[in-house]
DNA sequence: CTGTTAGCGCATTCAT
DNA sequence: ATGAATGCGCTAACAG
């Protein structure tokens, strides 16, 4: 129970001279035991990791990458940390790198383009061996080049960039079709459409089979009720609110995007609108809510999970050096039925008030 | 031309003796212009960075940091990323870090004590120049003895541990008092208390905080109504359930821990109880579903992008060199009221079956 | 103001 | 099987 602490901060870190030193031998010696080199003779082994332990050494890893440009770390870039679609891609991912030796390190962009370039640059920077990247546009000539810079294996996650690069996608338009074509059959003809802007492929997506529904079942277009523009608790509940609070208000809503959905589900509860009854809903993402909320919603659900475990699969292929064109993967969503779809009209007609017994 | 080295996929990377050679200097006046050292020409700093774009030269940090013992990084380590609780602590560190020039990698352990200790190691390998560390135990020499072995400022998140670092604590004590006596005052004598372990603080102090609020009232203290074991979405399900499905089940349910009250709720759901006829609820820290669920649930909360914020300003300050004992910090927690409380037997007496309209 | 020089800690090649 | 020597790319101390 000796506590050698001689200076309250910044304890002396052994190099691998002073474990030379007290082992005795050269500092290539100590090297090759780090490295588990074979050709070590027992005997000069055992002393050199007895003299390692006894220093508490630890690899310096700043000189290690430099002298060998490899820093067995890989970077996850994600636009928001405390979304649940992507804390569960870092999620999914980090064992499967775990297990193969590597470190991952998130870092959350908050949506700002600027800090997605700095923390490209800050992955070269510091030698990462692989990123895995979700950025939260698909423009920006600045961006593009930044990730072009990268010069590292990389994973791009539901975004169509020009990029020669691995990716996985998510399947956004089926699933959409279905919800909208399940509205459609319930007897909606007005149902609004909330979701990411059309700048990147999960809102185009989701556009074009809302369209590609509404046109197929013979039903008008208005693009009024397509809310296409932004995303977030805010945004969903702002588009919600200015949506149900008119005369031509649909019968129906679908909010895609998880902190979205969760702003809508907020505002219509504020308006005392009651689910299905005044307004049908179908949510996604959100997998936490969907079952618990009042009552429980239909849900355009995906497994992120899954997401970061093939991302990160696929690039621990190129970080074990396989070769060959990019690839493309597509990860199926569905459609999960509960409470929150009825006939359009069950409520209390042209009223916004909650009707039953409460 | 030893030009591309080992790297896998790399492009070459500029270092600073081309860019001096390109700009007609030397490298020590590339690394003062790098470095916005103010003792240089106007002409000879135009034609550095002109050098620097041309060859598009990024600094190696590693390189930078084994000079420096400087990496301009800080590491933040949590238990679970997938968790509101912690994606929120590292969304409200993260800017203020990153306006300070640090960047914020973030490491999940997924609650496995051999992978907070890996990060720890990393985190000295890699000169992390500062640490935020949310460990999910509080026990564990081994543990104890890496985050002293971190040689680098560090903030410790909601644990006591035998440590001289910098602390900040969530307030759980008077807010689970608060909670409890709100239901006793409704009238309940049986409440069900499912938490964390008392071997962690969070834990303690709740289960400190029902004890001391049911004693005050001279209510019987029922160790069978006491779940302190574990945490996660799971483990909230399995002891909501075995808590129900008894014929002394209680009156009332506090599910503390944010995917632990997840699970509570959705096993009430399951066993068709409706909240608060059949059985009062109060929730904790996973403040989108509380609004939302139905009916909206009754919640301890905490604002844990605060905690962030602050554990970031505390890490800077030590970062710019303030010095001084240890600080310790406690953030404040409410009891939200919402319609999940209601006074005992207000369902259909000895029955689990939902009544109402549905 | 700017060039020169000397390492930081490590992995590696070439000797032995 | 092991030691000696050589930079990796960079910053900082010291000269000019």
């Known amino acids: 129970m ?3 602490r001689d200076r309250p901060t910044g304890q002396h870190r052994a190099t691998i001279r002073e474990v030379a030193l007290a082992a005795e031998v050269s500092t290539g010696t100590v090297s090759r035991v780090a490295a588990g080199s074979p050709r070590i003779s027992e005997a000069t082994r055992q002393r050199v990791l007895k003299a ?9 890893a700043a000189a290690r990458a430099m002298r060998t440009n490899v820093s067995r770390t890989v970077g996850l870039l994600i636009p928001d940390l405390t979304c649940p679609i992507f804390s569960r891609v870092a999620a999914g991912a980090e064992p499967v790198l775990s297990a193969a030796g590597y470190m ?13 370039i700095d923390f490209l640059n800050a992955a070269r920077q510091r030698q990462m061996d692989g990123m895995i990247v979700s950025v939260s546009g698909e423009g920006g000539a600045e961006m593009i080049e930044g990730l072009r810079g990268v010069g590292s294996p990389m994973v791009v996650l539901d975004r169509e960039l020009p990029l020669d690069t691995d990716s996985v996608f998510n399947e956004h338009y089926q699933a959409m079709r279905t ?3 399940h509205l459609i059959a319930f007897g909606h003809r007005r149902i609004g459409l909330i979701c990411a802007t059309e700048k990147i492929r999960p809102g185009r997506e989701r556009c074009r089979a809302y369209r590609d529904a509404m046109g197929a079942s013979g039903l008008p277009l208005d693009p009024w009720l397509i809310r296409a523009t932004g995303q977030g608790h805010d945004y969903g509940h702002a588009e919600a609110q200015s949506l149900m609070l008119t005369r031509g208000a649909p019968t129906a809503l679908i909010s895609a995007g998880s902190d979205t959905f969760c702003g809508t589900l907020r505002a219509l509860r504020s308006l005392g609108l009651s689910i299905p009854e005044d307004v049908s809903l179908v949510g996604a993402d959100d997998i936490e809510i969907g079952p618990v909320a009042g009552p429980a919603i239909t849900m355009i659900e995906r497994d992120m999970f899954e997401a970061g475990r093939l ?3 696929f690039l621990l292929d190129r ?5 060959g064109p990019a690839r493309r993967l597509i990860l199926d969503s569905r459609v999960v039925m509960r409470q929150s779809v009825a006939a359009p009209g069950s409520g209390v007609s042209g009223s916004h008030l909650r009707h039953g017994t409460g």
């Open 104 to 116: 991952l390190f998130t870092y959350s962009s908050n949506r700002n383009a600027a800090r997605e």
């Open 52 to 60: 390692m332990k006894e220093l508490s050494y630890q690899p310096n």
């Open 311 to 313: 991302a990160a699969r």
């Open 179 to 181: 919800a909208v074509e």
């Open 319 to 323: 970080l074990e050096g396989v070769d």
């Open 2 to 4: 000796d506590e050698n």
